[in-house]
């Protein structure tokens, strides 16, 4: 049965702090790691990775894999409050490209 | 472009009723997908279509049906409500091709409550 373990489950940090949110996974016929956010609303898309240490950067996030450990971690530095929210991570696989979603890492950035 | 609709935002339904969800894409991408997403839970996939007529199931089918007889459409039908079947329900599409293939698009989801 595919896997995929978030951690930590919950964070509260402050602005301008850097968070690190992790991923580990195992599902069969792996193709790609997703990373979405989610804000009380429908995920939206952050970064598809699908090569082991290429880190993809938008902004003042970034994402790396790690396809040997089955593993990836989504960076956040210089918080904001706006960065507030669930997020996700999900390897593709198989055919079809099916989706299994951790439950993902709740962030909370205060003031 | 729209992007993937859905209706009804909002549902309450009784136990033992029917209805559809309706997930429409004008993006013309062929994978098209069903989630459910339960309290504090990630989304777990109910069908998946990759394309017209033909459809899967995902990781929990039990209690759902789909068709999907046009690129555009993928309506997911509850047949006899249960309590356990209360969850937001996202549809998604996504295409094949280019650089940003396989990446899914989320529709804006259905709230749906069995009493």
């Known amino acids: 049965e595919d896997k995929v373990v978030q951690s930590p489950l919950s964070l509260v940090v402050h602005e301008g702090d850097t968070v690190t949110l992790n991923c580990s996974y195992e599902?069969?016929?792996?193709?790609?790691l997703l990373w979405y956010k989610q804000e009380k609303k429908a995920p939206t898309f952050l970064f598809m990775l699908?090569?082991?240490?290429i880190e993809k950067k938008s902004g003042r996030l970034s994402s790396i894999l790690d396809k040997k450990e089955l593993f990836s971690i989504l960076n956040i530095t210089a918080t904001q409050t706006g960065d507030s929210a669930i997020y996700l991570c999900?390897?593709?696989?198989?055919?079809?490209?099916?989706?299994?979603f951790g439950t993902g890492t709740q962030l909370k950035v205060e003031l | 472009n729209a992007g993937v609709t859905q209706t009804p935002k909002f549902r309450i339904l009784k136990i033992g009723q029917s209805m559809t969800l309706q997930c429409t894409q004008d993006?013309?991408?062929?994978?098209m997908y069903w989630y459910r997403q339960d309290p504090g839970m990630g989304l777990k996939l109910i069908y998946y279509s990759v394309g017209a007529g033909i459809t899967d199931k995902g990781e929990v089918p039990n209690g759902y049906n789909v068709s999907r007889s046009t690129t555009e459409d993928f309506p997911l039908r509850l047949e006899l409500a249960a309590p356990s079947q209360t969850s937001v329900y996202f549809c998604?599409?996504?295409?094949?091709?280019?650089?940003?293939?396989?990446?899914?698009?989320f529709g804006p989801g259905t709230r749906l409550t069995v009493t």
């Open positions: 999900a390897p593709s696989a198989g055919g079809g490209n099916k989706l299994t």
């Open positions: 699908t090569s082991s240490g």
């Open positions: 993006m013309n991408h062929n994978y």
């Open positions: 599902v069969t016929n792996f193709r790609s």
């Open positions: 998604a599409s996504s295409d094949t091709s280019g650089s940003r293939s396989y990446e899914q698009y």
